[in-house]
């Protein structure tokens, strides 16, 4: 069974960036056909699409964060990152990853972290 | 970019049947896959439903999807209501350039 964890920093200072890992188990980052997701949802308000990867490397993201975002892959850790950058009160939010499936494009979570922007 | 909207909140009895609209902005309903994601409080989502019209194993046939073309909209019907199906539902869909949009959610109350 797939596990997904995240772990970073829940704590971040404004106009620093944000960098979050999750955790592969159950399956490996290298297998084909998979996308590799972060997902965040403010505080009382919905989800929002971060981006994806593929074990490629192609990476696709939010227009509206794109220029902040970067997501990788370590095959060698079997964990996949988010960085953030110049972070915001607004960046404030519980961060998901997530993986593709057999039925949806975030068939598995992981169970979230809470990330606070704050001085 | 598309917008999903879903209307902010739904309520009904138990035992009722609702259903959960998701209007798409621009961009046919038909072309990109429709998914929706189930919400409890505290809890990361889950899949109810992916291909407009598709239950994953695991997920009641009390839930079901659709999509209709001339309203360029989506929609999750859950029949019998439970209690246990308060939550907060999501639609999904992507474009041609890969990005994916979430409908901004819509809280069910089962009173």
């Known amino acids: 069974q797939l596990q997904l964890q995240e772990s970073g920093s829940g704590l971040v200072k404004p106009s620093e960036t944000l960098s979050l890992t999750c955790a592969v188990s159950g399956g490996s980052v290298r297998s084909s056909g998979y996308s590799w997701s972060w997902i965040r949802q403010p505080p009382g308000k919905g989800l929002e699409w971060i981006g994806y990867?593929?074990?490629?490397?192609?990476?696709y993201s939010n227009p509206s964060l794109k220029s902040r975002v970067a997501i990788s892959v370590d095959r060698a850790k079997n964990q996949f990152s988010l960085g953030l950058t110049s972070v915001t009160a607004a960046d404030t939010a519980v961060y998901y990853c997530?993986?593709?499936?057999?039925?949806?494009?975030?068939?598995?979570w992981g169970q979230g972290i809470l990330v606070t922007v704050l001085s | 970019n598309f917008m999903l909207t879903q209307p902010h909140s739904v309520s009904e009895s138990p035992g009722k049947t609702v259903t959960i609209s998701c209007t798409r902005s621009s961009g046919s309903i038909a072309n990109f896959f429709v998914q929706w994601y189930q919400q409890r409080p505290g809890s990361a989502p889950t899949t109810l439903m992916y291909?407009?019209?598709?239950?994953p194993s695991g997920v009641p046939d009390r839930f079901s999807g659709s999509i209709d073309s001339s309203s360029n909209s989506a929609s999750l019907t859950i029949s019998g209501l439970k209690t246990e199906d308060e939550a907060d539902y999501y639609c999904?869909?992507?474009?041609?350039?890969?990005?994916?949009?979430f409908g901004g959610g819509t809280k069910l109350t089962v009173l």
């Open positions: 999904l869909s992507y474009d041609s350039s890969n990005q994916v949009v």
């Open positions: 990867i593929y074990r490629s490397g192609d990476t």
């Open positions: 997530a993986r593709s499936g057999r039925y949806s494009l975030f068939d598995d």
């Open positions: 291909d407009h019209d598709q239950r």
